[in-house]
């Protein structure tokens, strides 16, 4: 697989980049899909999706995931662990560097997608793995009957929150904010959840304690009365969007402000024969199924891109 040089090769496993990939295994490309540090993508961390379309009962996200990996496994897609170091789209074929192997791909489908957003605080940092966390489907389990905190006023604060409630002898949802960009039935139903108590218009300053190596509590301000007190908590999960990973092709590929991709014509990079689908390059809708359909898309315009230099 070292040095070889490939069709296709899709970086990521996520909703996107694995409907990129049984498209163009379905196209007879052979895949190389590489699994990075989170494989499976936001969905693998994610609990019921409702609204994917063919479920009507809803389906597990890590099923979901799990279902389209074999689906495009069935059609000769292979998969790579690997973390891309470094990017030169500048000579042709495509070079990808893993650190100990590099590959070579005559077109690329970026599907990095998006990870986690922290608040950045150092007592933060320190406690990652000791009662803070951006997955509650990953650690939740550990919090049982102890009280809970979630920090964010998004679809995923709230998701994050109503599952908590099922370990949490409470869930404190503190939000910077007393307006949600919550969709309308993520946020009734959090409001109507017993267990879960909003704390709009706050923000956390520092969390407590880095010595122990455990969460005991949280310093708050009000940031309207800038009243500010300790609350003890148990574990601090962080529902505060992603950032999109992109970075390594810095100085290659367009980037918005925020660091996306910039796509033209849905999929097109400014590189021809690199393409690019999924949260990685829409900060717009972000939807399982929009990054799906944008992997489809890829897939077809890598195929036709191959077809056009007579492959
Ligand atoms: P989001 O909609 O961007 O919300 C992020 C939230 O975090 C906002 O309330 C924001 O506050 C807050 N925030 C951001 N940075 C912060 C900081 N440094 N300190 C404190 N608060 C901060 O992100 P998301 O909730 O992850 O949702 C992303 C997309 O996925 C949305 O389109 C959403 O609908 C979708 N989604 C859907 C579902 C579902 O349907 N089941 C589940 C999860 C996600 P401000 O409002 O003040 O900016």
Redesign the pocket.
Known sequence: MENSVRDTVILGTGCSGLTAAIYAARANLNPLVIEGHEPGGQLSM?TL???FPGFPEGIQGPELIENMRKQAERFGAEYMAGHLVSADLGHYPFTLNFGSKSVQARTLIIASGASA?W?GLPSEQALIGYGVSSCATCDGFFFRDKPITV???????M?EALFLTRFASKVTLI???D?????KI?LDRARQHEKIEFLPDT?VEDVYDVQKKEVSGLKLRNVKSGKVWDFPTSAMFL????HPNAKMFTGQLDMDQDGYLKTHDFVFTRVPGVFACGDVQDRR???AITAAGSGCAAAMEAEKFLEEHGR
Do not use: C, P, W
Request: aromatic share 6%.
């Open positions: 994610t999706v409702e609204n957003r608040l920090i964010g006023g998004g679809d995923s604060a998701e939000h910077r904010r307006h949600f960009r919550a969709s993520m923000v529902g505060i969007g992603h809708y972000r939807q």
